[in-house]
């Protein structure tokens, strides 16, 4: 904040209010929109967030900055511009709200920005908690596998591995795509017939941090040892390139003189969430990586998509996860 | 399901349709997944907030026609015009823009800063409002076809949690039940989770109890590592959907499955206030009629039976709660602004609270009828 001359952040996208107050649960079902639920004014000794579970605010977090959700829509916008009026320089704010920019009478600019170059250096401690999920949902995905005769049947699978790691929350509903010269979606109640070659990611919340897992599989069973040696080059091409300076177009460049194809995300954050940079073939992102991103690689190679992670250090990346 | 009914579709649309009119609205650009849903049909990925800006989606309902961005094809329905997002934020807005057309109002739901930025500066002459009044206005009021899907998506969630309450026993530890759940609801085709499932020890009295804000009930809603013990009342509230609605799944069970006196009493409070709630809830009726109704049967000098900052009762439908909301801060006075309509779908779910007690929290979901109302959901076990 101090380095771009910002003097409060508002935030209202969950995963990006989790991350910058380490509340968990900020919205409840239904209190979503573009109204923030945390405020962060340079200086403050806190972070204020707006909850209805105080008891999600850590516990260093001082009672008098943990606020009830506000419910009615001018109540809470008069609260904000209150909090927020002191502050000197710019306000930042991770959403587009007119009315919000109009009740503090002030412009807002994007606190992405902000947020992505706050997220990157990595503690220890965050590190460690990114790669327990990352374990945790590459073994659930492994029981998710086993059970592969349909898409609520992997989902099903995921969830009992889920239950095993003690992850309570899923990232989303699970990716399943039917491989061939374009990867096709699946949806959530799609059979699955043995010898079908799928593609699947799934993710799970542990302890706050996220963790997903992608592997490429035939149902029932079979041999994908050349495609996943010809991905392995990919992942391994495009994971020399993930060092501090580099741009998503270089990890683009790699990624297509070894084969890659355009199949969703090459490339993504993972922190509180999934996160920037987002690199897919086709993107304009020029952000150079920085040391503490973690980095999800996901290139395709023919029909194979599997997914492994790294954390980009000040020399050569560091992998998070085993060798597949 | 790839994408949903025509006749479903058709009918939402023409709701939608006429409530942009209503108030004035000549383009929607929507960002939820439930609106983009409601509004084409289309079916985008369904997942938490950082899965939704890596993989980013939208609908631009216009004058000309409907469109979707970011919606593999196969989730897009025939008549309804499919755009990749756009590289960036300022090629985003640029499309938006191109697909909104000259308008003079235009409602949208939540966008990144940077792509409403550009969009602002992309349509210079358009008044930007929050799309929120006119979706609710249009998503308020169910269609028959959309009651079916509610009730198919409550039965699922009954059958799921009525599989996990067995192994609700001492020694497992609650975060292992909200796992528990998911398997049994994607073994049911619930494959969407959209809040965390909900399986928390209700402390029996206030000084075992999270702090609260003032004048809140003693109260928990954060599934964590607790392992139950013999005679915990453990409170369940998990939500999942089905076809892109959701049920609303609440109860308080009792850990080992034999209540004591103290839960049968909580739970007898809870009905009194729930049953004199639905004996309020009819056409005509106000949310600040309910709202009344659950304080008078609470009894005088109680707080509200209901966490604050909760509520009562809130709307659901497509996508997950919605409004009306009961019981919030907006007060009674706004509340009584708030009537109900035949096709109304509510979830009531007071909460009944003794100190040495504990506490009693289940869920009522009902759809309002021309006369009364109509159950939903079956009674809590």
């Known amino acids: ?324 | 399901m790839t994408s949903d009914p025509a006749p479903l579709r058709a009918a939402r649309t023409m709701r939608l349709r006429a409530a942009m009119e209503q108030r004035g609205h000549e383009a929607l650009v929507l960002t939820s997944a439930a609106a983009v849903r409601y509004a084409t049909g289309a079916v985008p990925l369904h997942g938490e907030s950082s899965l939704e800006a890596s993989r980013p989606f939208a609908a631009v309902v216009a004058a000309a026609g409907l469109h979707v961005l970011g919606v593999e094809p196969e989730f897009v329905p025939a008549g309804v015009e499919r755009h990749a997002w756009p590289p960036s934020a300022e090629r985003a807005a640029s499309l938006l823009a191109e697909l909104v057309g000259p308008v003079r109002r235009l409602g949208v739901e939540r966008l990144t800063a940077a792509v409403g930025g550009a969009l602002e500066r992309a349509l210079p002459g358009a008044g930007f409002e929050a799309a929120d009044a006119v979706l609710l206005a249009a998503r308020a009021v169910k269609g028959d076809e959309e009651v079916m899907l509610l009730r198919e998506a409550q039965r699922a969630s009954e059958a799921a949690v009525a599989a996990v309450l067995p192994a609700i026993v001492p020694g497992v530890r609650e975060v292992d039940l909200a796992g528990r759940v998911l398997a049994a609801m994607a073994g049911r085709g619930l494959t969407a989770c959209h809040v965390e499932p909900i399986f928390c020890v209700i402390p029996r009295r206030a000084r075992d109890a999270p702090w609260t804000f003032p004048g809140g009930l003693p109260y928990r809603e954060l599934t964590g590592e607790r392992r139950l013990a013999a005679g915990d009342q453990v409170m369940i509230d998990t939500g999942m959907l089905h076809a892109g609605y959701m049920a609303d799944f609440g109860c308080t069970w009792p850990c080992g499955g034999e209540p004591v006196s103290a839960d049968r009493a909580l739970r007898a409070r809870w009905q009194a206030t729930t049953d004199a709630v639905l004996a309020a809830c009819r056409p005509g009726a106000t949310a600040a009629d309910l709202h009344r109704a659950a304080l008078a049967a609470n009894g005088p000098g109680r707080p509200a039976p209901w966490p604050r900052p909760l509520y009562l009762a809130h709307g659901l439908g497509l996508g997950g709660v919605e409004p009306p909301f009961v019981g919030t801060d907006v007060g009674l006075e706004a509340e009584a602004r708030i009537v109900l309509e035949r096709g109304m779908v509510l979830v009531l779910e007071p909460y009944a609270w003794e100190e040495d007690l504990g506490g009693y929290r289940a869920e009522q979901t009902i759809v309002i009828t021309s006369h009364g109302f109509e159950r939903l959901s079956a009674p809590p076990p």
């Open chain 1, 1 to 324: 904040m101090a380095r771009r001359g910002v003097g409060a952040v508002l935030l209202a996208t969950p995963h990006l209010a989790a991350f910058a107050s380490g509340a968990r649960r900020v919205q409840v079902a239904g209190s979503g929109g573009a109204l923030p639920s945390v405020v962060i004014v340079a200086g403050a000794p806190s972070a204020v967030v707006f909850t209805a579970d105080p008891d999600g605010a850590p516990s260093w977090m001082p009672r008098a900055a943990v606020e009830p959700l506000v419910w009615d829509r001018e109540r809470a916008l008069c609260r904000l511009a209150g909090l927020v009026g002191p502050a000197p320089g710019t306000v930042a704010c991770d959403v587009f709200s007119p009315a919000l920019r109009e009740a503090i009478g002030r412009p807002l600019v994007d606190a992405r920005p902000l947020l992505a170059e706050a997220a990157a250096p990595r503690t220890a401690d965050e590190i460690a908690a990114v790669q327990s999920a990352l374990r945790a949902a590459r073994s659930a995905l492994r029981a998710a596998c086993r059970a592969a005769a349909s898409v609520p049947a992997l989902v099903a699978g995921f969830a009992a591995g889920m239950r095993r790691a003690g992850a309570g929350f899923p990232l989303g509903e699970g990716l399943v795509w039917r491989t061939g010269p374009r990867f096709v979606r699946l949806p959530a109640t799609a059979a699955l017939a043995a010898g079908e070659v799928v593609a699947l990611e799934l993710g799970l919340y542990l302890g706050g941090h996220a963790g997903v897992a992608g592997d490429t599989v035939v149902v029932g069973g079979g041999n994908l040892a050349a495609p996943r040696r010809a991905w392995f080059a990919a992942l391994c091409a495009v994971a020399k390139r993930c060092r501090p300076g580099a741009t998503a177009a270089d990890l683009r460049a790699a990624a297509i003189s070894a084969g890659a194809r355009q199949e969703g995300l090459l490339a993504h954050g993972l922190g509180v969430g999934i996160e920037p940079p987002f690199v897919d073939l086709a993107g304009e992102d020029a952000e150079p990586l920085r040391p503490g991103t973690v980095l999800v690689l996901a290139p395709v190679v023919d029909r194979f998509r599997a997914t492994r992670a790294l954390i980009v250090t000040a020399g050569s990346p560091r992998w998070l996860e085993g060798a597949p």
